[in-house]
């Protein structure tokens, strides 16, 4: 009888089967695997500023997609074993126990992450058989792009659009040999929210959608709202808005977690110009999925100073962290509508539109004079679409510590409601009992109208800041 070898595919942000790199790593269709996830009460209940690192909408997300992960595994005949506390330890004993020959999984580009990549290969030796880094790109070796990295994200499209092209979509096997598992092995539950501390919250129903996590989840948004209703077409137009589930197409969630391959919705939109049309909006769906490209390079060049409060360009704009203002922030009790409305969506759904993100980190980072780290740290706790790069590259890049070609940036909300929001229906929906008497041109300035002043004024706190940042630039 032929013995094959067998193999751990840690599964870590690869949550799905089709596009999965982890199975080109079989070296052959009968070589038995089976998967592991795992889940890291460090990752998800830490506390930072009082509250864990990821919030319960977060975690449901995740845990829906781990189930969903598991079904597919099963349905090609193979298993996903669960288990909760830290992987260095985890997967190390695992791997004693089921007697196999390798643990194979994808680096990540995070600090914790290369941490526990450093730990693992201390602790399993030979067998540890870590994989690059995931990418869109047809590239070898992500470690060199990511070291020659240009600091504007501008010049990284225009060579990528040159010289490197988009990987293809890897095939999904029919089948996966699993390996014997010792008598009475016991698999593990995913766990539920209560397991873990939280509780259940119900949806809100002025959710832009009802995310679900899980691969077929997000295959079949991907569908429905690229080939079923052809919005694909209008995304360049209507990316921007904030209500409605059609505005943008909202894959990031399952992008996050793995549960949608970069690959395969690049593939879905050269697919979609085949057989629809080809525009400015076709393509553009590429130029953000290159963006999320660059946040992952830009992590991986800059590493942990990335996280600190001068970022990687090291510019500490020395934040004076008025008393109570983030506070304010966070829950949406600022006294500017537009702010507000974008805080109160995020912690009430775990998701808020791009141009939200952009308006409320100006506003925390500028006129509220606030460490931006506080502000990424919130939203890592909230957002169902956290993912590290993404996150921390955004909020750098906001806070003005990061990657930008151009000096101060800050977003005058006045304009940007004017520009988004026109008619105020956005804050309506969202602050309807603080505005909803208010006619529609004082929505988005109720204290013009003899409303509550807002905690800071919003033309004159962002006034302030771009003195202080003309300041730092002159080295005063």
């Given amino acids: 009888m032929t013995v094959y070898e067998s193999s751990i595919l840690w599964f870590r942000s690869q949550l799905r089967v089709h596009d999965q790199p982890l199975f080109e790593s079989r070296g052959g269709e009968d070589r ?5 996830w795992v889940f890291d009460p460090r990752e998800h209940l830490e506390l930072v500023d009082g509250f864990p690192r990821a919030g319960s909408r977060r975690v449901r997300f995740l845990l829906e997609s781990v189930e969903s992960l598991r079904t597919s ?3 090609l005949g193979s298993e996903l074993i669960v288990r909760v506390g830290e992987p260095e330890q985890v997967i190390p004993e695992l791997a004693a126990e089921l007697n196999v020959d390798s643990v194979i999984a994808f680096r990540q580009p995070g600090t914790e992450e290369r941490g ?9 030796g030979p067998k540890w058989k870590p994989l690059g880094y995931e990418s869109v790109l047809e590239v070898e070796d992500l470690d060199v792009i990511a070291d020659e990295l240009p600091e504007v994200f501008s010049r990284f499209r225009r060579h990528v659009e040159k010289k490197i092209a988009f990987a293809r979509p890897r095939e999904t096997p029919s089948s ?6 010792p008598s009475g092995f016991d698999v593990g539950g995913v766990p539920d929210l209560r397991s873990l501390g939280y509780e259940v919250v119900d949806a809100d129903e002025r959710s832009v959608m009802d995310f679900k996590g899980g691969e077929s989840q997000g295959l079949d948004r991907l569908h429905s709202w690229m080939f079923d209703h052809d919005n694909l077409q209008r995304y360049k137009q209507t990316r921007n808005g904030m209500l409605g589930e059609a505005y943008s197409s909202k894959f990031s969630p399952w992008l996050a977690n793995g549960c949608l391959s970069g690959r395969f919705v690049v593939s879905e939109t050269l697919r979609y110009e085949r057989q629809r049309l080809a525009n400015e909006s076709t393509y553009w769906l590429r130029f953000e999925i290159l963006w999320r490209e660059y946040f992952r390079l830009y992590l991986m060049k800059h590493g942990p100073s990335m996280f600190l409060r001068g970022g990687p360009v090291q510019s500490d704009l020395a934040w004076g962290d008025p ?15 537009l702010v507000d409305a974008n805080m109160i969506e995020l912690s009430t759904t775990g998701f808020m539109s791009n141009r939200g993100r952009q308006i409320v980190a100006s506003f925390l980072s500028k006129n509220l004079d606030v460490d931006w780290r506080r502000g990424a740290r919130w939203f890592e706790h909230c957002l169902i679409d956290y993912c590290p790069s993404a996150n921390w590259g955004n909020w750098t890049y906001a806070a003005g510590v990061g990657a930008d070609p151009r000096g101060f940036r800050g977003f005058d909300v006045a304009r940007q409601a004017a520009n988004y929001d026109p008619t105020g229906d956005y804050v309506a929906a969202w602050l309807g009992d603080r ?11 109720p204290w013009l109208a003899g409303g509550p002043t807002p905690i800071v004024d919003p033309e004159r706190s962002l006034s302030e800041a771009k003195r202080r940042w003309d300041q730092l630039a002159a080295g005063d």
């Fill in 73 to 75: 595994l099963r349905e």
């Fill in 435 to 445: 505005i909803g008497s208010l006619p529609v041109e004082s929505r988005h300035a």
């Fill in 176 to 181: 996966l040999a699993i390996p014997q598992l």
């Fill in 323 to 337: 008393e109570g203002r983030f506070e304010s922030w966070r829950t949406g009790e600022t006294g500017v509508p």
């Fill in 116 to 124: 526990i990549e450093r730990l693992l290969a201390a602790s399993l």
């Fill in 32 to 36: 038995p695997v089976v998967g592991v």
